[in-house]
């Protein structure tokens, strides 16, 4: 199974910047990071960046949802 090194980019401003570099299986299939009381959607259109000299994917945030009690 191949890992992605990807980027999650925008959401909110009190998202931990050690918390933006995550790794994933595919680059089609949406990232759901929980945070807070919430979940915080990010989806990746094509973009990529070079991190440390490493070409990562890069996941812009898109909405956020809440978790169901």
């Avoid at 759901?32 to 990010?42: D, I, P, Q, V």
Wanted: aromatic letters at 14%; zero cysteines; glycine letters at 8%.
């Amino acid at each position: 199974m191949v890992n992605f090194k990807v980027l999650l980019s925008d959401g909110p401003s009190s998202f931990p910047e050690e918390e933006r570099i995550q790794f994933a299986t595919s680059l089609t299939e949406k990232i759901k990071h929980r945070f807070g009381a919430g979940y915080e959607h990010f989806v990746h259109a094509g973009e990529f960046t070079t991190i440390d000299g490493e070409e990562v994917a890069v996941f812009r945030w898109t909405t956020r949802t809440a978790i169901a009690e």
